[in-house]
Nanobody, 120 residues
Framework: QVQLVESRGGLVQPGGSLRLSCAAS????????MGWYRQAPGKQRELVAA???????NYADSVKGRFTISRDNAKNTVYLQMNSLKPEDTAVYYC??????????????WGQGTLVTVSS
């Protein structure tokens, strides 16, 4: 069993900032990739940002220059720093972790989701 615990989102004014975190625990042997996805009402879930164990990152074009993903390998935790937030960033944000379990099976786990609302 693998558990992902996300920090709470919240209501933020346009132009504001918010940091999300996601801590993974349980039967984890290794984590290869950690990422954040989001799903806005009526839209499909989309990748926001991802980071590999080696520190390589990729971002959706819509968040480049505004969001920063980072991770603490020792704590199996991934962060998403969101700056210059826009109303179109409003969505439920989900953490995703991929790797290998202690039983050497594939790991692809999702957090419970946290709502981020950007509005004045």
């Amino acid at each position: 069993q693998v558990q992902l615990v996300e920090s709470r989102g919240g209501l933020v004014q346009p132009g504001g900032s918010l940091r999300l975190s996601c801590a993974a625990s349980g039967s984890i042997f290794s984590i290869n990739r950690m990422g954040w996805y989001r799903q806005a009402p009526g839209k499909q879930r989309e990748l926001v940002a991802a980071i590999t164990s080696g520190g390589s990152t990729n971002y959706a074009d819509s968040v480049k220059g505004r969001f920063t993903i980072s991770r603490d390998n020792a704590k199996n935790t991934v962060y998403l720093q969101m700056n210059s937030l826009k109303p179109e960033d409003t969505a439920v944000y989900y953490c995703n972790v991929r790797g290998v379990t202690v039983s050497l099976g594939g790991l692809d786990a999702w957090g419970q989701g946290t709502l981020v609302t950007v509005s004045s």
